[in-house]
């Protein structure tokens, strides 16, 4: 199997709330890494991505490390690799929030640059960890031209980069158009209600994606933390001799860990253990299972130098 992966990679700045700092290389690298990791020997991992020069010979350095992933997909631009900056604080109350501050992300990735690697390639996640990884455009260029499966990640589609570097959400005007050119789609609670400006309930934006007359959506994720994840899919049911499509939810508890250390990159990992799980079965709900699983494990991970953990 060829999987190909779009998105960024970033360099992280985690600044815990016990007031330590990690330094850490994160973004797509989270995706990348982990479907290399689970896949199999033989199987060839692909990163589509424009990288800086600053950070270009430090992260290829580390994908060679992996004799499954090939950097032919990875483009050395002039533009700086994205820093970001990542505030966790814990309340009196248990709760606990994150602040984003980031850099400019490197350029967007054209459909040039992505065509030669389809005809090979059996799966493609793409991961929107800048919001602007690729254009609405490629996307339905790829989708237009590519039979494998499908999977993105809205991510940091509905994210917007105030003067100050601070991020935060926003809704999408065409959000229906990037929802409905793929196979599965993955976004956390708080970006599928930032996702439409009318503020539609969850249901109804799993409504709108699965039965769009133009949609081949066959699964939308809702991922939920540590309060784990829900699956919309279309059903058929009966009543009486009538026969029907309807909305099926399937929710699935987050499986407790009791070595937690760190939260970053689970809906990147995620994403990865979805869609190889989904190529190989074809089987939403249990890859919904397969995903959520892999995903609390590593939390008790700590960057992607542990993701190796993972198998």
Not at 184 to 205: F, G, H, P, R
């Amino acid at each position: 199997m060829n999987y190909l992966v779009v998105g960024e990679p970033c360099v992280d700045l985690i600044h815990k709330a016990d007031g330590g700092v990690i330094h850490s290389y994160g973004g797509i690298l989270y995706s990348i890494i982990t479907l290399s990791v689970l896949a199999k020997k033989e199987d060839i991992v692909i990163p589509l991505m424009n990288l800086g020069e600053d950070e270009y010979d430090n992260i290829t350095g580390i994908l060679k490390k992996h004799p499954n992933i090939s950097i032919d997909g990875i483009y050395k631009v002039t533009h700086p690799t994205r820093k970001v900056n990542l505030y966790y604080n814990k309340y009196k109350s248990g709760k606990s929030a994150r602040l984003e501050q980031s850099t400019e992300p490197t350029y967007t990735l054209d459909y040039s640059s992505i065509e030669k690697f389809l005809p090979e390639a059996d799966a493609m996640l793409v991961n929107m960890i800048s919001g602007v990884d690729i254009t609405l455009e490629t996307l339905k260029e790829i989708r237009n031209n590519f039979e494998g499966t499908m999977h993105i990640d809205i991510h940091n589609l509905v994210m917007k980069t105030n003067e100050d570097g601070t991020r935060e959400h926003t809704s999408v005007d065409n959000w229906v158009e990037w929802c409905i050119n793929t196979d599965t789609i993955q976004m956390n609670e708080y970006e599928i209600y930032s996702l439409s400006a009318k503020k539609m309930k969850e249901y109804e934006i799993a409504e709108e994606m699965l039965f769009h007359p133009r949609s081949k959506v066959r699964g939308v994720i809702v991922t939920r933390g540590i309060n784990g994840s829900s699956g919309y899919i279309k059903r058929e049911k009966s009543f009486g001799k009538e026969k029907f499509f309807d909305l099926d939810k399937r929710d699935i508890n987050a499986i407790e860990n009791p070595h937690f250390v760190d939260s970053t990159g689970c809906g990147d990992v995620f994403a990865a253990s979805f869609i190889l799980d989904f190529s190989l079965n074809n089987n939403f709900i249990k890859s919904l299972h397969y995903a959520n699983r892999i995903a609390s494990y590593n939390t008790s991970l700590e960057g992607i130098h542990e993701l190796y953990k993972l198998r």
